[in-house]
Nanobody, 126 residues
Framework: QVQLVESGGGLVQAGGSLRLSCAASGLTFSSYAVAWFRRSSGKERKLVAAISWTGSRSYYLDSVEGRFTISRDNAKNTVYLQMNSLKPEDAAVYYC???????????????????WGQGTQVTVSS
């Protein structure tokens, strides 16, 4: 049974940092691209960052570029999202998602991700 479990969310002041983790089980993790999506109240789910199998390729939403860093540790079956200089507009439920592309790349569309976690809430106070 495939499971993705997010952790690390919480309440932080604007300008602060959080590190989200996505722990995977039940899949050959090193063959999966992993992405972080977020959904704010009343808004559509949006891709925040994505990373390829090996970590050699990554993507960031323009508004988080330079503040967020996605990384992975295949030995631990875990992907991380380091979030620095958080802003109130970063507040959302963050979801990790995994997909098994035929090569070392990632997808940009949520429909291409088969496995999803339950989400973790990030709240940023101003």
């Amino acid at each position: 049974q495939v499971q993705l479990v997010e952790s690390g969310g919480g309440l932080v002041q604007a300008g602060g940092s959080l590190r989200l983790s996505c722990a995977a089980s039940g899949l050959t993790f090193s063959s999966y691209a992993v992405a972080w999506f977020r959904r704010s109240s009343g808004k559509e789910r949006k891709l925040v960052a994505a990373i390829s199998w090996t970590g050699s390729r990554s993507y960031y939403l323009d508004s988080v570029e330079g503040r967020f860093t996605i990384s992975r540790d295949n030995a631990k079956n875990t992907v991380y999202l380091q979030m620095n200089s958080l802003k109130p507009e970063d507040a959302a439920v963050y979801y990790c998602a995994a997909s098994n592309p035929p090569g070392d790349y990632y997808f940009l569309d949520d429909v291409d991700y088969e496995q999803w976690g339950q989400g973790t809430q990030v709240t940023v106070s101003s």
